[in-house]
């Protein structure tokens, strides 16, 4: 079954605390990203990555940092959470059809 | 990418069929239509898309009008398990990129 596999799917943290979010698909595509769904402001996309080793910054990259060492797995990483970084988080992958396909989602809370 | 013009709300009697307007009055000839939808901040999920002929799948029928500047998400029998946000977005294929959610329409099925 074509899956993407974020984990956690819930986080509660402390600020200045570094935590990673993993992201994983089995569906072999090069396209992934990460973005951030907060009330009243839709989802946005932090990064992007359109191949191994390839990455770029999204609309809100302030404060995160992501890597794409292998082609299945894209990684969020917040070095130093604050407490505006509280929100919902996706991975995604996108085909060659150009639809994308979402994890469930990570609800992280940085008190 | 086209802008979009959804609106907010619409409510539909479970069984019944729910139809799900999109103004899309920018939209060049070489993108398509595609519908997503977001269970309670579940990930979104692709629904259908479409160029400019009808297209049906498991899930719904898309119609696309004849010059192209709307379009109508139709779930033929609508559930309860059927109540989300339904967003419609314009883009090129074949060029995987960000998807840029609007606000959606948010659908309630009611008994």
């Known amino acids: 079954e074509a899956q993407v596999t974020q984990n956690p799917r819930y986080l509660i943290t402390v600020t200045g605390k570094k935590l990673t979010v993993t992201c994983s698909q089995n569906?072999?595509?090069?396209?992934m990203s990460w973005y951030r769904q907060d009330p009243g402001l839709g989802l946005r996309q932090i990064y992007y990555?359109?191949?191994?080793?390839?990455?770029d910054k999204g609309d809100v990259p302030e404060g995160y940092k992501v890597s794409r060492k292998e082609k299945r797995n894209f990684p969020l990483i917040l070095e130093s959470p604050s407490p505006n970084q509280t929100s919902l988080y996706f991975c995604?992958?996108?085909?060659?059809?150009?639809?994308?396909?979402f994890g469930a989602g990570t609800r992280l809370s940085v008190l | 990418d086209a802008k979009t013009t959804q609106p907010p709300s619409m409510d539909c009697a479970e069984g019944r069929a729910a139809n799900l307007p999109c103004n899309h009055s920018?939209?060049?000839?070489?993108?398509?239509v595609y519908w997503y939808r977001q269970i309670h901040s579940q990930g979104p999920q692709y629904i259908i898309h479409?160029?400019?002929n009808n297209e049906t799948n498991e899930m719904a029928s898309l119609i696309i009008t004849e010059d192209r500047k709307s379009s109508t998400l139709i779930l033929p029998h609508a559930t309860l398990r059927d109540t989300a946000v339904y967003y419609c977005?314009?883009?090129?294929?074949?060029?995987?990129?960000?998807?840029?959610f609007g606000t959606g329409t948010r659908l309630q099925v009611t008994l």
């Open positions: 920018t939209i060049s000839g070489n993108e398509y």
């Open positions: 990555s359109m191949n191994v080793e390839v990455t």
């Open positions: 995604a992958t996108t085909d060659q059809f150009n639809i994308q396909y």
């Open positions: 569906m072999n595509h090069e396209y």
């Open positions: 977005i314009v883009r090129v294929a074949g060029t995987a990129s960000k998807l840029t």
């Open positions: 479409g160029l400019k």
